[in-house]
């Protein structure tokens, strides 16, 4: 409590002297105060005008469309309209539509006017229910609905003419690149086409140089290995051939006679002998001249069944006789030897082949990298083309879909009316403030005279100041004459403060009864 004294003490004389010096609080507040009231009553009024929208982008047919067509998201298409709806295209259009161009003379005053359309314009959203409310003041309640009404329906047409704009712009687009693609395709097509066919010896129809070349190799070994087969093949007839030739009969057979020789042409040529003795000797009837032609029968059976199976086994032609063996044996020798004549040009022609790639060889490398990239923009540009076929096909089923309904729906909830009563300026709120700037004011400048030139109020302050005692308190000799000044200077500032007091009164009065105070606009 003795801390808190000497502050209070303080306080106490800060006022006192503040009030020593009032009459600098008369002069401000008179010459604040006044100017401040006639200024904010001289403040036209402002007639608020509104307007709110609600956006439906909820389309019936945005589910049945998805993953078919291409689509946008809504609420972003919404977000940027809204964002860029105060541009200054569009703050100009709607000057003109509002006809405020007509008070702008000048290009300066029109700037101004713009300037001030985009600080005074408000557009204000909800978020995520996709309401918008559309806010302008005016002098004029008229010019402030028809600036609402104006930036109202711009959104809702600019929303849907960007749409389609959008749409359209997007098709021309897509038919652009698709004709553009198109002829580098043809392009693509040509080059590698040209290609393939300057290096149609080195390119294979399928696999690689490389895969070509063994298989190459494998026929030219396949080949020889036949070559080697058929060789054989004619000198084993040949030796046949070279042997002792068959009799066309089947009588007495010799080995200078037959053309082939078999196991059983000993035996037979020992049972012919006997047989030409035992016929010397004997009739036909003996048993053992009929034994002897029965042995020799089957064996000479025995002899042909084995020519037959070595002639089924040459694919000669067994329907003829034996003794035509000799020229089926000529016959299959020729015929050997022109197959193996046509194996040798085959084998040179392999051969032939084989060297001509292997002496390309060193080209290949440069060739398959040629090859790889023509095809790689091939595919590229196909792949391309292609795709953007399919995203015409789904732009124009988009284009189909926003003719049959409409992709935003603008629904006002609340149509822009022409205010009856103004929402502006808040002539209380500044009434107040002007009044307590100017009294402020002066009591400001009474703190700061006093504490400049200090007058004592009490006689401790003296002690406080000076360190020395104070003894006694000596009275003024004119002290009701003091004390009759002091009330005349209170009545004064009394009556001062009150006319200020009920000039604030008065407008504010007239503020909130809505009376229009006469010459003031």
Not at 229 to 236: E, L, Y
């Amino acid at each position: 409590m003795q801390d808190l004294q000497p502050s209070i003490n303080q306080l106490l004389d800060f006022i006192k002297g503040i009030w020593l010096k009032k009459r600098f609080i008369i002069i401000c507040s008179w010459l604040i105060c006044p100017i401040g009231f006639l200024y904010v009553a001289s403040l036209p009024n402002q007639y608020l005008s509104s307007a709110t929208v609600y956006v439906d982008t909820g389309s019936p047919l945005r589910p049945i469309l998805e993953n078919i067509a291409i689509q946008s998201n809504p609420r972003e298409e919404i977000n940027m309209m809204a964002k860029t709806l105060l541009s200054r295209s569009n703050l100009e259009t709607i000057a003109r539509e509002s006809d405020l161009d007509i008070t702008a003379r000048t290009d300066k005053q029109f700037n101004q006017l713009i300037d001030r359309l985009s600080d005074t314009i408000e557009l204000e959203s909800t978020g995520k229910d996709n309401i918008y409310t559309i806010n302008f003041k005016h002098r004029n309640p008229n010019v402030a609905q028809r600036v609402v009404q104006e930036t109202l329906e711009l959104f809702v047409e600019g929303s849907l003419g960007n749409n389609r704009r959008d749409t359209d712009t997007a098709g021309r687009f897509l038919d652009e690149q698709i004709a553009d693609y198109e002829t580098r395709l043809s392009d693509s097509e040509q080059r590698l086409a040209d290609f393939k066919r300057k290096y149609s010896d080195v390119l294979p129809l399928q696999g690689t140089f490389y895969n070509q070349l063994q298989g190459l190799r494998n026929d030219l070994e396949t080949t020889q290995l036949e070559i080697e087969q058929t060789q054989r093949q004619i000198d084993s007839v040949k030796g046949q051939m070279s042997s002792t030739k068959v009799s066309d009969n089947f009588g007495v057979r010799t080995e200078s006679d037959t053309g082939l020789k078999t196991r059983y042409d000993d035996r037979i040529k020992s049972l012919e002998d006997r047989l030409d003795n035992l016929t010397l000797s004997y009739t036909d009837q003996h048993p053992d001249v009929i034994e002897t032609k029965a042995l020799l029968a089957k064996l000479e059976d025995s002899r042909d069944e084995e020519i037959r199976k070595f002639m089924e086994e040459q694919g000669m032609d067994t329907s003829q006789p034996i003794g035509d063996l000799n020229s089926q044996l000529t016959l299959e020798v020729s015929r050997l030897q022109s197959n193996f004549a046509s194996l040798k040009v085959k084998e040179k022609s392999l051969q032939n082949k084989i060297v001509s790639l292997e002496s390309k060889i060193d080209l290949v490398p440069q060739i398959e990298a040629e090859l790889a990239s023509l095809n790689r923009d091939y595919g590229i540009t196909k792949s391309r083309y292609e795709e953007l076929l399919s995203r015409r096909e789904s732009a124009d089923l988009s284009r189909r879909a926003e003719v049959s309904a409409e992709e935003f729906q603008f629904r006002i909830i609340e149509p822009p009316l022409v205010p009856n009563k103004p929402a502006g300026p808040n002539r209380v709120l500044l009434y107040t403030l002007v009044l307590l700037v100017g009294f402020a004011t002066g009591i400001g400048i009474a703190f700061l005279v006093n504490q400049l030139s200090p007058v004592l109020v009490r006689a401790n302050q003296l002690s406080d100041i000076t360190e020395y005692p104070v003894w006694g308190v000596v009275s003024h000799l004119h002290a009701d004459a003091i004390t009759k000044k002091n009330r005349t200077r209170m009545a004064v500032f009394a009556a001062s403060s009150g006319v200020i007091v009920v000039m604030y009164g008065f407008l504010v009065s007239a503020e909130v009864l809505n009376i229009q105070l006469p010459g003031v606009l």
